[in-house]
């Protein structure tokens, strides 16, 4: 499965960008991560197909929301109120079976996008 993932770019501070990824193939849970420069790669958020349910990590809760289509086999990331400490390399993620354990660590996934830059000014 490939997933490609596109939509970053640059924003103002408070403003709003859209991501959004689309896989190739089947896949169970798909989620977000980013990695901003000379820091770990960290989840943002994750969407489970089976039952619909959406999680996110604290500093994004109530500003970013997640979707999938799964029609059109896509991933969305609806990010409003950005701030500059969101500027990061955004990952489109899925894993290829049911995962029921820790989902919020990229040891959990199996397949990941290129990554889309998204920058946010002050």
């Known amino acids: 499965v490939q997933l490609q993932a596109f939509g970053g770019g640059l924003v103002q501070a408070g403003g709003s960008l859209r991501l959004s990824c689309v896989a190739s193939g089947r896949t169970f849970t798909m989620g977000w991560f980013r990695q901003a420069t000379g820091k770990e790669r960290e989840f943002v958020a994750g969407f489970k197909s089976y039952n619909s349910n959406a999680f996110y990590s604290d500093s994004v809760k109530g500003r970013f929301t997640i979707s999938r289509d799964n029609a059109k086999s896509t991933l969305y990331l609806q990010m409003n109120s950005l701030q500059p400490e969101d500027t990061a390399v955004y990952y489109c993620?899925?894993?290829?079976?049911?995962?029921?354990?820790?989902?919020?660590?990229?040891?959990?996934?199996?397949?990941w996008g290129q990554g889309t830059l998204v920058t946010v000014s002050s």
């Open positions: 993620t899925a894993t290829r079976t049911l995962i029921l354990s820790n989902l919020r660590v990229p040891s959990a996934y199996h397949y």
